[in-house]
């Protein structure tokens, strides 16, 4: 049996942050998922957080063709500082493990061509208990923007549930007061949550982009709580999305050790669907040629930074198979066939019984993605097969006789909701 979702008012987002930036999902590296709190620099040079650790992710970025392929950011997670501020009541970096200081490394990473983001949190400590910022918004936000920082992922732990949205928005003004265009990263949604219900208004125009969800892990049990959750609450997120403000469902970590092929393609494809940041954490300098090539795949980044700037969502589910569904620039739309089945061999699924197939009118183009590149021409049916835990992602283009609004989503109207 076949249910449709409709979202009532989809496109309708309210006004964003204008800061200029994240008109397209923001794509980069952050440690947090692969190195944590690594400190540990004597026992574990290599792979600690330090200096060294993000000037060589700032080498393959360039060396391994990340750069061109999109990826900017080299992010900074928690557990760069000292455990207290200086004599002027400062932020400083831990100086056995940062040498030279956060400028040093945001001088290195832009002479690479790419950009710097750190980690800061509302509250009075950050997760791992180094400092934190309540109490000290102007004068954190004018440290990261003299040490000419890009990003700020801010954190919420340890601050009073109340406190958190204006602490989001005093920090939001003070990084606009330095006059430095710093891309802002907030989890203001996901901490909120558990006492009240976000307002997605004041988020947008406060954040480049939220966390709604907590940590992602490295398993596939994980990715699934993810997408379970967003579909579930994807009334509420997709009308948020757009150019300048995201729905973050956090890191990808395809190229560690918890994902099958197929599952990282399947995360790949979501992301992409979802018009999320493309945050690797994963290590750049050890990871498989698979892994490499589907992160750097030029068709489903295209997705990912479409122009349009829409996000997809969950349209159908048709026994144990999922369709995900998100417009895209030029009259076109990107299609993902999730097999939620871990049991036995590839299934076969009809485009026809896909919500966006109603535009194929007489007939629809057919450019399948994933799990390998084709152009299928038009067609009036089509069939995928889809592995195990895995996802076709395919754009489909309908023929010129077809009368298609993107802004509407018009075939989707007067549907029974999922």
């Known amino acids: 049996m076949l249910f449709i979702l409709v979202v009532a008012g989809l496109w309708s987002h309210a006004g964003a942050l204008e800061n200029g930036l994240a008109r397209t999902p923001t794509m980069g590296w952050l440690h947090w998922e692969r190195f944590m709190c690594n400190i540990d620099c004597e026992k574990d040079p290599d792979n600690c957080i330090s200096e060294r650790l993000f000037m060589r992710m700032a080498d393959v970025m360039v060396e391994e063709g990340w750069r061109e392929a999109g990826y900017q950011y080299i992010c900074i997670d928690d557990c760069w500082m000292h455990p207290s501020r200086d004599e002027q009541g400062r932020l400083q970096a831990d100086p056995a493990r940062f040498p030279g200081g956060i400028k040093k490394l945001a001088d290195y990473v832009h002479s690479k061509g790419l950009k710097l983001g750190i980690y800061a949190d509302v509250g009075k400590s950050t997760c791992e208990g180094y400092p934190g910022s309540l109490g000290h918004y102007d004068t954190d936000a004018q440290t990261f923007a003299e040490w000419e920082v890009d990003l700020l992922k801010f954190d919420a732990c340890y601050i009073d549930w109340t406190l958190l949205g204006q602490g989001y928005v005093n920090m939001s003004r003070a990084l606009n007061r330095t006059g430095r265009p710093i891309l802002y990263s907030c989890e203001w949604p996901l901490h909120e949550r558990q006492f009240q219900k ?26 699934k ?44 494809a979501l992301w992409a669907i979802m018009a999320a940041p493309l945050l690797m954490s994963n290590d750049l300098r050890a990871i498989c040629p698979r892994s490499k090539r589907l992160l750097q795949n030029r068709h489903i980044i295209d997705i990912s930074q479409d122009a349009l700037g829409k996000q997809g969502y969950r349209t159908a589910k048709v026994e144990g198979i999922e369709v995900w569904e998100r417009p895209l620039s030029n009259g076109r739309l990107a299609v993902a066939v999730l097999n939620r089945q871990e049991i036995g061999g590839p299934r076969t699924f009809s485009l026809q019984a896909a919500p966006a197939w109603k535009m194929c009118r007489p007939q629809c183009g057919v450019t399948q993605i994933l799990p390998w590149y084709e152009e299928i021409g038009f067609k009036t049916e089509h069939q995928v097969s889809v592995n195990p835990s895995g996802t076709a992602l395919l754009i489909i283009t309908p023929s010129s006789q077809a009368k298609f609004r993107t802004d509407e989503m018009h075939w989707l109207e007067n549907v029974d909701v999922l």
């Open 198 to 223: 976000p307002n997605y208004t004041a988020i947008r125009e406060t954040c480049n982009q939220w966390r709604n969800h907590p940590d992602v892990y490295d398993s596939w049990s994980s990715i």
């Open 225 to 268: 709580a993810i997408l379970d959750w967003t579909a579930t609450n994807q009334a509420e997120l997709v009308p948020s999305a757009g150019p300048g403000g995201w729905n973050d469902p956090d890191m990808l970590v395809i190229g560690n050790f918890g994902l099958s092929p197929d599952q990282q393609e399947s995360q790949m």
